[in-house]
């Protein structure tokens, strides 16, 4: 993205597909705030794990002891995700997938069960405890094949990425009012600091994925299927961020050194060819092998080689090898030889020309050649927009409608800032920041004054 229109363009785009998800999300966890609003006794977890919050303490002791309680969760988080990210260096992958879908298995079986049966409750539904258990236990093993598995509709592991989200975030709205401010603003400069600080736990994890070109597993949200690169092969190094807390990530699809690594096989497969051929005894063969020019020349001096840094015919350094002919058949193969140059060379520029269409058709989610990121929101970002939005649902309606704006607001710029800087991006500091922001205007100056005016006839 070289201009600024383009940025616009394409960022406006992204944020339908992430904001419409995100909206979805706030408005079910505020219709079960608002349907299911009940006091509840407290419960310890590991976000009150230091202090209960009780309604006959002073303002000061309730501060100080969230200030506890976001410490100790924060510390918590920041454990966990050392501990992710050293069983991801040393390549226990399998267990951080199984670890993540027991994960999901549980939030939709535990949580989302007791938020089913709430609603029972509530509505009165006729409904036996036979079929209810049938009915969840389907639900929650479709849900985590679709969220995890290949080949499942995109639409369904949306709708389920949402479920999710909606379960933590309802779950959440039950900590005490001063708890969960405190927190919130907590996880977001955790966030800011993680992602963008040198040595930040999910920065570190997201190189390390970015390193071995795959994906850390992770519960996020897919705003559209991974995109591929101008050669055909989906590329999505840039991994996931965070299980609890994460980030906007983008999959960045034909890049350099994947098609670098496309023509270095295409080489090794035409350096076999070679090696067949029936030359002379000890002669030389060197092959250059650039993105857009590829050459086969015959080197007459005779010199035993592997692999020397010789450069193309043009501006960018080739990749080049030398192969030794010396072992060669008896079949006089320059024929092949040449055919599957011409191969190697008809490929590259398939893929050149492909690459030139894509420029053009951005839009095409097909033959995407990685200009169009495809966004990546965790499932962290939606649970807490939620969580602020359904504290608000809390009080009046008016502080939700400012929240939700806010939040929106955020999400924009930090999708701006994405399409600028084109790398990881925590989600949350800038949203939560307005959010709150906006809680507090709306509560304490703006529902006043509405309220006032349109008591006094002075506003309708």
């Given amino acids: 993205m070289d201009s600024g229109g383009s940025i616009l363009e394409t960022t406006g785009s992204e944020l339908i597909t992430v904001m419409t998800p995100v909206s979805i999300c706030m408005l079910t966890v505020v219709l079960l705030i608002t349907t299911l609003q009940t006091p509840t006794p407290q419960i310890r977890t590991a976000a009150n794990l230091v202090y209960l919050e009780s309604p006959s303490d002073t303002n000061l002791v309730k501060l100080e002891g969230s ?8 510390l918590i988080i920041s454990l966990i995700t050392f501990l992710l990210y050293i ?11 199984h670890y993540t879908r027991f994960s999901a298995f549980f939030v939709l079986s535990s949580l989302g069960g007791s938020i089913w049966i709430s609603l029972i409750t509530h509505f009165l539904l006729p409904v036996d405890v ?7 236990f389907n639900f929650t093993v479709v849900g985590v094949v679709s969220v995890f598995g290949k080949g499942c509709p995109i639409v369904v592991k949306q709708f389920y990425s949402v479920v999710l989200g909606v379960i933590v975030a309802a779950w959440f709205t039950q900590l005490p009012e001063w708890t969960t401010w405190v927190l919130l603003v907590a996880l977001a400069l955790y966030d800011l600091v993680a992602v963008l600080a040198p040595g930040g736990p999910l920065r570190v994890m997201v190189e390390l994925a970015s390193s071995r070109e ?9 705003a559209r299927p991974n ?15 965070g299980i609890l807390v994460a980030g906007i990530t983008q999959i960045e699809g034909g890049s350099e050194r994947n098609r670098g690594r496309e023509d270095r096989s295409r080489v090794i497969e035409l350096q076999n060819v070679v090696r067949g051929r029936n030359d002379n005894e000890g002669e030389g063969h060197v092959i250059n092998v650039d993105r857009n020019e590829i050459e086969l020349t015959i080197d007459e001096s005779g010199d035993q080689g592997e692999a020397l840094p010789l450069m193309a015919g043009n501006e960018r350094p080739a990749d080049s090898f030398r192969v ?6 008896s079949r006089g193969e320059r024929g092949e030889v040449g055919v599957s140059l011409m191969q190697l060379m008809n490929d590259n520029e398939r893929n050149r020309r492909r690459s030139n269409d894509d420029d053009s058709n951005r839009d095409d989610d097909d033959d ?19 969580v602020l939005v359904g504290r608000a649902a809390m009080y009046d309606l008016m502080t939700v409608y400012a929240c939700y704006l806010a939040i929106i607001s955020g999400l ?7 399409a600028v800087f084109r790398r990881a991006l925590p989600a949350l500091p800038i949203s939560i920041a307005l959010g709150v922001i906006f809680y507090f205007l709306t509560r304490l100056l703006m529902e006043p004054f509405v309220v006032g005016t349109a008591t006094n006839l002075m506003m309708f």
């Fill in 368 to 386: 995407d050649n990685g200009l169009m990121p495809g966004i990546k929101l965790g499932l962290g970002d939606f649970i807490f927009y939620s």
């Fill in 214 to 222: 795959e994906e850390i597993p992770a519960l996020v949200y897919e």
């Fill in 87 to 97: 069983l991801y260096y040393y390549n226990f992958t399998n267990f951080l997938k």
């Fill in 324 to 329: 030794d002919g010396s072992n060669s058949s």
């Fill in 227 to 241: 995109v591929r690169s101008g050669s055909g092969v989906g590329n999505s190094r840039v991994g996931n961020l």
């Fill in 67 to 74: 200030f506890l309680n976001a410490l100790v969760f924060v």
């Fill in 130 to 136: 036979l079929s209810f258990g049938v009915v969840l």
């Fill in 412 to 418: 924009g710029c930090t999708l701006i800032l994405l």
